[in-house]
């Protein structure tokens, strides 16, 4: 870069050609062009990262704006502003002169104004009989008004990489909860698999999260935890498959994870007093217990249903439940069917069965007959949720992937 002492309109002082070039495009401002002064220094603001602006720079501009009489910037008017140190050093909260100078300086350089001085150094105007500014020395304010698209064009950049970055934070701490629930359901209910390894792996990448400071570094840590996790539910899905023969065990995935479920045309009967044949008999316990799941499972297959909760979310059982109920009527499940789904399955999981249900909505005929026909194969042990849980999951991470 070459560097020297070069006499332009703003003066005699150590220039580069970056500021020399800045200056002649500041030069040219467009006819008529006026913008609000405090829009321009928002943008400013908002793209200071890029600038390589700190927050005291900011007051110092804030500070030689509020000089300027008029609110915005125009090409007709004078752009220069001419305060003493004391005044500005007063007006940016009392920094220190040296500070002052010192951030003063970083404007000048970031081109966001540019120094026009007088022969003797100082800053003043010159004026005419009638009071009139003929001409002032100071701080030219003018590459503000010349680059304001280019500032507001960082602004919105800058904007939509926060946007981006707190979308990408948000799928970490889903990531983590997901994982997290899975791993202690694992430990506590003593499934197989090696947890300890896992959840030290979780723990590593969990601790570089605070260290990331860019978006790809977050996209990183994203990638690998979404990698844990697809590990984490490949080997709880071995432990939720069925211990029955090869041909039930094909006929139930057919059941559960075929899309085209339009075979299923069971339609709900009006109660079991009229037809008897489909009620679930209550009093015989079901042949062995229906394995329960994380709540963050089942929110994470089934994420339609938090609509229906308190204030479009849930965040307990209960809450589920009670968003089941709703859900239930609006898919046109009578209560007895309901009932007897929450007698075979329990109500936590005749709930989740619900969010499923509304779920995959659009593949399934009858609501009503769909739930009775799991509850028949869950009282004869021969369904569990887990493998329709886990074919939502897989299904919506792969929607996430294409709209992420």
Known sequence: MQTGFVTTPFGRRPMTLALIKS?????????????????????????????GLRDRALSVLNALLSFYPETHLSDGNKLVVFPSNAQLATRANGIAGTTLRENLAILVN???IHRKDSPNGKRYARKDRAGEVEDAFGFSL??????????????????????????????ISLCRRDIRKILTAAMEEGASGDWGKIESHYIGLVSQIAKAKTHGALNGILDELSMLLEKTLNILENQLVFKKSDSNDDE?????????????IEFEPVSKKKTGKNSI?????????????????????CPDVAMYGPN??????????????????????????YQD???????????????????????INSAGGYLRDL?????????????????????????????G
């Open 23 to 51: 200056q002649i495009e500041s030069a040219e401002i467009n006819p008529g062009k006026s913008i609000d002064k405090w829009k321009i220094y928002r943008d400013v603001c908002d793209a200071r990262s890029l600038l």
């Open 110 to 112: 970031a081109g966001i």
């Open 252 to 264: 139930e995935r057919r059941h559960i994870q075929n899309s085209n479920t339009e075979s299923i």
């Open 312 to 337: 479009g979310a849930i965040g307990s059982w209960r809450e589920l439940m009670t968003a089941a109920v709703t859900v239930r009527s609006m898919l046109g499940v009578s209560p007895t069917a």
């Open 375 to 403: 509850t028949r194969r869950a009282e004869k042990g021969e369904f569990s949720l887990g493998p329709m849980l886990m074919a939502l999951v897989r299904a919506n991470a792969r929607s996430e992937r294409k709209t």
């Open 142 to 171: 003018a590459p503000l008004l010349a680059r304001s698209e280019e500032w507001a064009r960082l602004a919105q950049q800058v904007a939509l990489d926060r946007k981006q970055f707190r979308i990408v934070k948000e799928k």
């Open 341 to 363: 789904a929450c007698d075979v399955l329990g109500p936590e999981m005749a709930a989740a069965a619900i969010a499923c249900i509304l779920e995959r909505g659009g593949h």
């Open 281 to 301: 008999p209550t009093s015989n316990p079901p042949a062995e217990p229906v394995k329960a799941f994380p709540l963050g499972l089942v929110l994470r297959a």
